[in-house]
């Protein structure tokens, strides 16, 4: 009987890793090695590409970090009727008066309350990316059909 061959194969620039044999032992050491494997691939997303001769003859290019500027971030808003994600410009909020209090350069997501939005005038509305009715709002759309 041909049993079907279990094989995990990961190959970087700083190292290479085979593992082949039945499920149970390949699953096994994999979960076993991959703490190793982790602490591995970050310590080389924060090490600088070297540029191998291979590379320099096929013009590979080769990539930096670069740190870029945030323009925007989320707002979440959330009502009992429906919740919706924006992504708003950092410029936008200059006319905010939450301005004054928080760094939105600083700031991923933000999280409000539409109840308790009186705190918050002239919020910019963003770009909506989604947007999804509760329980309570799908209930009220069908009592006003």
């Not at 808003?77 to 429906?82: D, R």
Request: glycine share 4%.
């Amino acid at each position: 009987m041909d049993r079907q061959k279990n094989v995990v194969r990961i190959d970087t620039s700083a190292f290479q890793v085979e593992l082949s044999g039945d499920e149970t032992y390949v699953v096994e050491a994999y979960e076993a090695l991959r703490p190793i494997l982790l602490k591995s691939y970050r310590a080389l997303l924060h090490t600088p590409r070297r540029v191998t001769e291979k590379m320099a003859a096929v013009g590979a290019p080769v990539a930096s970090l670069v740190s870029v500027e945030r323009t925007h971030f989320f707002a979440i808003w959330f009502s009992s009727i429906y919740h919706k994600v924006l992504m708003v410009s950092i410029k936008d909020m200059d006319t905010c008066p939450l301005a004054s209090q928080l760094d939105f350069a600083k700031i991923s997501r933000l999280y409000v309350d539409r109840e308790h939005r009186e705190g918050i005038p002239d919020f910019p509305q963003g770009k909506v990316l989604w947007r999804e009715l509760t329980e309570a709002g799908k209930s009220a759309m069908r009592g006003a059909r």
